[in-house]
């Protein structure tokens, strides 16, 4: 699994011209189900996502989570952060998830941060979206191979 993790102070996501997902200061995150995830990797990634201390105190420094700043997450599936360019220049994608378990985990992850986040928004799995955003700082953080 693989997430990367994008602090914001707004971003959205558009299926042909329709905004499906928009959120205010949180996270933007694109996920990325390999084919050996299950859903204790996602728990793993969840509770690590959610536990990051990465927006700034009163005193500048980054110590505050999502929960302490009343954040809020955008969720985005994105197979393509499983692209393997080592042979040739034309990725490769088989280390991606099966499109079904794919979708499965990501509803699955959705479903989890909706337990702990009073807004999460998201994409639409398998469709061609385009994703706007505000980066924050910039400051994005990749997790992977937790």
């Known amino acids: ?7 914001v102070n707004e971003a959205s996501v558009t299926i042909q011209e329709e905004t499906a997902g928009q959120i205010k200061k949180g996270f933007l995150v694109l996920i990325g189900v390999g084919r050996e995830d299950t859903k204790e990797t996602a728990d793993k990634y969840v509770k690590k996502m959610l536990g990051l201390r990465i927006f700034e105190d009163e005193n500048g420094k980054t110590n505050l989570s999502l929960k302490d700043v009343d954040g809020e997450l955008l969720l985005v599936s994105q197979f393509t952060l499983y692209a393997n360019c080592k042979k040739g220049n034309r990725p490769s994608f088989i280390e991606a998830g099966d499109p079904g378990k794919a979708e499965e985990l990501y509803e699955y ?16 799995f398998g469709a061609e979206m385009q994703v706007s955003l505000v980066n924050d700082g910039p400051f994005t953080i990749v997790l992977e191979n937790l």
Do not use: L
């Open 1 to 7: 699994m693989k997430f990367v993790i994008q602090r």
């Open 109 to 124: 992850i959705i479903e989890q941060c909706r337990k702990e986040v009073p807004v999460v928004e998201t994409g639409v």
